[in-house]
């Protein structure tokens, strides 16, 4: 799993590229923990184009950062959903909480 942070507006927004399953996830975690804590952030947004496959572990790092940026009264995002990883986050149950957009820019013109 390859991960790419960009700054803008001063929200965090991680590109995740590869399989995030439970062999990441904990590095997943770890990293963007770090980057919102060292740089302050308020809000994230999770770009999920590059992902070929998750497992129910990215559920968690999803759950478990939403809970994170909440507690700073920030926002988590999704965007760019493949197919197979929008199934995954479907039977979660996971768009309750968390909103979904189409691309980044979309995700950035909501907050």
Same mark, same amino acid.
């Given at each position: 799993?390859?991960?790419?942070?960009?700054? *803008?507006?001063?929200?965090?927004? $991680? &590109?995740?590229?590869? @399989?995030? +399953?439970?062999? #990441?996830?904990?590095?997943?975690?770890?990293?963007?923990?770090?980057?919102?804590?060292?740089? =302050?952030?308020?809000?994230?947004?999770? +770009?999920?184009?590059? $992902?070929?496959?998750? +497992?129910?572990?990215?559920?968690? $790092?999803?759950?478990?950062?939403?809970?994170?940026?909440?507690?700073?009264?920030?926002?988590?995002?999704?965007?760019?959903? &493949?197919? =197979?990883?929008?199934?995954?986050? @479907?039977?979660?149950? *996971?768009?309750?909480?968390?909103? &979904?957009? =189409? =691309? $980044?820019? @979309?995700?950035?013109? #909501?907050?």
């Amino acid at each position: 799993m390859y991960l790419k942070f960009d700054n *803008i507006n001063n929200n965090l927004i $991680v &590109t995740l590229m590869g @399989e995030l +399953d439970h062999h #990441s996830a904990e590095e997943v975690r770890i990293k963007i923990d770090d980057r919102i804590d060292r740089d =302050n952030f308020k809000n994230l947004i999770m +770009d999920f184009s590059g $992902v070929s496959f998750m +497992d129910s572990s990215g559920i968690g $790092v999803v759950i478990g950062r939403y809970k994170k940026v909440e507690s700073r009264e920030g926002k988590v995002l999704i965007t760019s959903l &493949t197919k =197979n990883v929008k199934r995954i986050f @479907e039977l979660s149950g *996971i768009f309750k909480i968390i909103n &979904t957009y =189409n =691309n $980044v820019e @979309e995700a950035i013109s #909501s907050i």
